[in-house]
């Protein structure tokens, strides 16, 4: 006689003697495990070219077993990769490799049809009765792997190479309306907003952080793919110090490389350099000697030096 018995996934299959009530017949006892469970799958990209999702990049299957590896040794093609795994999201073409018996590499060959899969949102499901355990003698694995983890590459955004204020009219010397901020990147960025687009106050401190205030108000825009001016329109009350000022460009700004590859900058640079205009101060257009009294013709107590500017003074004491 026999008797089928499921319980926790495991299947037992009891058999006994002749089916009577001797309590002397003997039973055996087979049971089939639960297949192999997905513990983890990790995304990285070994040359770290770039921050997306690419040719080159890879997802790491790891099992909690050893399985009996479908495909085989040597390289898995997708339609191999297809008898035995499926995807939430579109990845492409991969191939894959069996590094271990519990460890599976998958490789992008083509992104061609990729949504592409989300960090944290993606999972890979196995299906069909193919992966079992190392000996084949578990239940076919149904397992679902929990989210994806890793990234894609952490290629950095672009780095601010220089911060430098400048007065374009050189009307004064000093901090005033119509000065500008010119933040310059080592590489073409991505322009968010667009080159020549005129961004307001709003949108600049949504791009970049100062370690003072800069002014009251002021706007922004890009005059190439590398370079950033923010004009003055309403200064503040203290003016921003050469020297000591600081600028970070924020995640939220979303500046990259112009083939939109790498991460967001989050580069810092300062302090700022240059000034706020170098118009020259007022310069001695004559010195004429005289003697009021013309009491002698010789220099003598009372003749007096004459000394005209070019321009009104602020009459120094």
């Known amino acids: 006689a026999s008797v089928a018995l499921s319980t926790s996934g495991i299947s037992m299959l009891l058999f006994g003697g002749n089916g009577g009530s001797d309590l002397n017949e003997v039973w055996s006892l087979q049971v089939s495990p639960p297949g192999p469970v997905i513990v983890s799958v990790v995304a990285g990209d070994p040359d770290n070219q770039d921050a997306v999702y690419s040719v080159g990049d890879v997802m790491v299957?790891?099992?909690d077993q050893a399985t009996n590896t479908p495909g085989g040794s040597g390289t898995?093609?997708?339609?191999?990769?297809?008898?035995?795994m499926s995807f939430s999201q579109s990845v492409g073409t991969l191939t894959g490799y069996w590094n271990t018996s519990s460890v599976l590499t998958l490789t992008v060959s083509s992104v061609t049809g990729a949504t592409p899969p989300q960090i944290?949102?993606?999972?890979?499901?196995?299906?069909?009765?193919?992966?079992?355990d190392y000996i084949g003698a578990s239940?076919?694995?149904?397992?679902?792997?929990?989210?994806?983890?890793g990234n894609w590459g952490t290629l950095p955004g672009p780095s601010i190479i220089s911060f430098v204020a400048s007065d374009p009219d050189n009307s004064d010397a000093i901090y005033s309306n119509g000065d500008a901020l010119t933040i310059r990147f080592g590489q073409s960025t991505n322009t968010p907003y667009g080159i020549s687009t005129v961004l307001n106050k709003t949108i600049v401190d949504s791009m970049f952080t100062f370690t003072q205030p800069i002014g009251n108000n002021y706007f922004g825009s890009w005059t190439s793919d590398r370079t950033f001016v923010i004009?003055?329109?309403a200064t503040s009350a203290?003016?921003?110090?050469?020297?000591?000022?600081?600028?970070?460009?924020?995640?939220?700004?979303n500046i990259r490389d112009n083939l939109l590859l790498s991460m967001p900058s989050t580069s810092s640079y300062g302090p700022l350099t240059g000034n706020w205009g170098t118009r020259p101060g007022p310069f001695i257009i004559s010195m004429v000697a005289s003697d009021p009294t013309n009491s002698n013709a010789?220099?003598?107590?009372?003749?007096q030096i004459t000394i005209t500017f070019s321009e009104p003074t602020n009459q120094p004491a």
Do not use: E, H, R
């Open 120 to 132: 944290g949102v993606m999972t890979i499901s196995i299906v069909g009765s193919v992966l079992k």
């Open 61 to 63: 299957v790891t099992f």
């Open 139 to 149: 239940f076919p694995s149904n397992s679902t792997s929990p989210p994806i983890t």
């Open 298 to 303: 010789v220099y003598s107590n009372g003749d």
């Open 76 to 84: 898995l093609s997708q339609t191999t990769i297809n008898t035995f």
């Open 238 to 253: 203290i003016p921003p110090q050469i020297g000591s000022v600081n600028v970070t460009v924020l995640t939220s700004a």
């Open 231 to 233: 004009s003055i329109s």
